[in-house]
């Protein structure tokens, strides 16, 4: 297993850009979700991905979009950058049934 | 999604046992108790899930009450390195078309001292 792999590791962006973030787990993991983490508070869920189609979201504004790929890994697209969106982002993977996700160590997003 | 309640902190001597209690009295027939610990500026890491049976691993063992409505997190030797945040998480089972997303509440702080 080479677990799940996030990059870039850190970033800074302006205020109204976009940004994409990246993902690669691990061989057979059909199942990906992404997570925010705003410093001090428990992740919060974004969305998740089922072989290649969204099949969950949380509380996130449509400006938040995904995609994964066959060769599992995938994207976490936000546009029209807000100073909130300012966190820790983090990717978690899991084969059907597998029981636990395993996460990245995330991307800490800083936006100014 | 079933809530669950932890206190927010604890402290444990290194080399005994870590006891952590998670409440969730909401839990639904077909969800599953996971547990995930986040050590400071990295990932949450998966430690161990169970349904209504007790479940032992390498890293901890779950224990489930009959009605579960309660767990308890068991760390048998906690070293230094299990100061983390811990989370108890009701969930449907991980991956596939189950939807198994995880709602982090703020978790039990564990510090372990020498």
């Known amino acids: 297993e080479t677990g799940v792999t996030q990059s870039p590791t850190h970033l800074i962006k302006t205020r109204g850009q976009q940004v994409t973030l990246r993902c690669s787990s691990q061989s057979g993991h059909n199942t990906v979700s992404w997570y925010q983490q705003a410093l001090g508070q428990g992740p919060q869920f974004i969305f998740q991905y089922y072989r290649e189609e969204e099949n969950g979201r949380g509380n996130f504004p449509p400006r938040f979009s995904g995609l994964q790929f066959p060769n599992y890994s995938s994207e976490l697209n936000v546009n029209a950058l807000e100073l909130d969106d300012s966190a820790l982002y983090l990717c978690?993977?899991?084969?059907?049934?597998?029981?636990?996700?395993?996460f990245g160590s995330g991307t800490r997003l800083t936006v100014v | 999604d079933a809530k669950t309640t932890q206190p927010p902190s604890m402290d444990c001597a290194e080399g005994r046992a870590a006891n952590l209690p998670c409440n969730h009295s909401t839990i639904s027939g077909n969800e599953y108790v996971y547990w995930y610990r986040q050590i400071h500026s990295q990932g949450p890491q998966y430690i161990i899930h169970g349904l209504k049976n007790n479940e032992t691993n390498e890293m901890a063992s779950l224990i489930i009450t009959e009605d579960r409505k309660s767990s308890t997190l068991i760390l048998p030797h906690a070293t230094l390195r299990d100061t983390a945040v811990y989370y108890c998480i009701v969930s449907y089972l991980a991956g596939g078309t189950s939807y198994g997303k995880l709602t982090f509440g703020q978790g039990t702080i564990l510090t372990v001292h020498p």
């Open positions: 978690a993977s899991s084969a059907t049934g597998s029981g636990g996700y395993t």
